[in-house]
């Protein structure tokens, strides 16, 4: 049986961003706050067969022990505002992974910008909420196919807790399903899929359409490593053998737009050690769209999301980098040596 709760990653009531397993087992994930979400050991669903004792960086062309860094941006499709940050961010190196959200109005904006960039490395942020005060979006499907995922306004619940309350598994599965193949209509190959404020971890049943989908179209799915605490040592063995692991995970969380970005993301970085990270940002820049969006929302706003890409795009970040030897990669990459 599945079990497992959201992980609050900002100061709204649930999960902005968390990533998901293949099946193995799922246990309860305890909630967690700070001004540094760090999720020791992600795992990367992507079945990756082991050869000898060489690791992943080595596999990549790196030295063993290198350190290993995504640089991942979230809600790409969410305003024609988070669309050109992003799409800066990715021509200036900025970030090197994005995931997008299909229902949204500026999902088909990015899809035209992927036929000409079809290289970048996008997955799709399975989207079951809509948090935002008078921005709303609901499913791609009819609303008459999925009733139990939508608001008495016919727009998605605001919160992972509602969700987990009404949400019909059957048409959870229909409409996860419509949005990767939206995505795949619209010509994006998407390297991952991951999800949007948690959603998929409302409730067990959610967990496993999830993980069905990601094996039905071999679509890689990602998943915090405490959610296999209390495994088997024997199946814990097994996991090591046949995944790539994330071993850790960072992100802005609950802060104030008043806090030092360079600061805050100094520490981070200081923490990426050997093996693979990743680290999550949130890009837009500060204008009239991004903040009538992001209205009463100062965590993950638009002063909030400005400052997260003009930290990227900054050469005190690369030079950061670069001072503690890190190696940018994509998951694009890890999935092409299986």
Same mark, same amino acid.
């Given at each position: 049986m599945w079990s497992g709760t959201a992980v609050p990653t900002g100061s709204e009531s649930s999960t902005r961003s968390i990533y998901l397993l293949y099946p193995l087992k799922m246990h309860t994930m305890k909630k967690s706050s700070g001004t540094i979400l760090l999720i020791t050991a992600f795992a990367f669903l992507f079945t990756f067969q082991t050869s000898g004792q060489q690791t992943l960086a080595e596999k990549l062309g790196y030295a063993a022990d290198a350190k290993l860094l995504i640089i991942h941006a979230d809600d790409i499709g969410l305003a024609q505002s988070v669309n050109d940050a992003t799409n800066s961010a990715f021509a200036s190196g900025g970030i090197t992974s994005g995931s997008i959200m299909v229902?949204? #109005? *500026?999902?088909?904006?990015?899809?035209?910008? =992927?036929? $000409?960039? #079809?290289?970048l490395d996008?997955?799709?942020?399975? $989207?079951? $909420? !809509?948090? *935002?005060?008078? =921005?709303?979006?609901?499913?791609?499907? #009819? !609303? &008459?196919e999925i009733p139990s995922l939508l608001d008495e306004n016919? =727009?998605? =619940? #605001? &919160? &992972?807790e509602e969700v987990g309350q009404h949400a019909d598994p059957a048409e959870a599965e229909k409409e996860i399903r419509a949005q990767i193949d939206r995505a795949i209509a619209y010509g994006i190959k998407p390297t991952h899929l991951d999800t949007h404020m948690g959603s998929v971890l409302a409730k067990p049943e959610l967990v496993q359409i999830y993980m069905k989908l990601g094996m039905e179209y071999g679509i890689p799915v990602f998943a915090p490593r405490m959610l296999l605490m209390g495994v088997p040592a024997e199946e814990g063995e097994m996991i090591k053998k046949e995944y790539v692991l994330v071993d850790r995970m960072f992100m802005l969380n609950d802060i104030g737009p008043e806090a030092s970005w360079e600061a805050e993301y100094g520490k981070m970085i200081e923490r990426v050690s050997p093996g693979l990270n990743v680290l999550i940002v949130h890009l837009a820049f500060d204008n009239a769209e991004m903040q009538a969006v992001a209205i009463n929302h100062p965590a993950f706003g638009a002063t909030w999301r400005e400052k997260d890409l003009k930290y990227v795009q900054s050469q005190t970040f690369h030079d950061l980098l670069k001072a503690n030897e890190i190696q940018l990669v994509t998951w694009k990459e890890i999935g092409a040596l299986n």
């Open positions: 229902p949204c #109005p *500026w999902f088909i904006d990015f899809a035209e910008h =992927y036929k $000409t960039h #079809p290289d996008v997955g799709i942020h399975i $989207t079951l $909420t !809509s948090e *935002w005060d008078y =921005y709303k979006f609901g499913g791609v499907l #009819p !609303s &008459t016919g =727009y998605f =619940y #605001p &919160t &992972t």
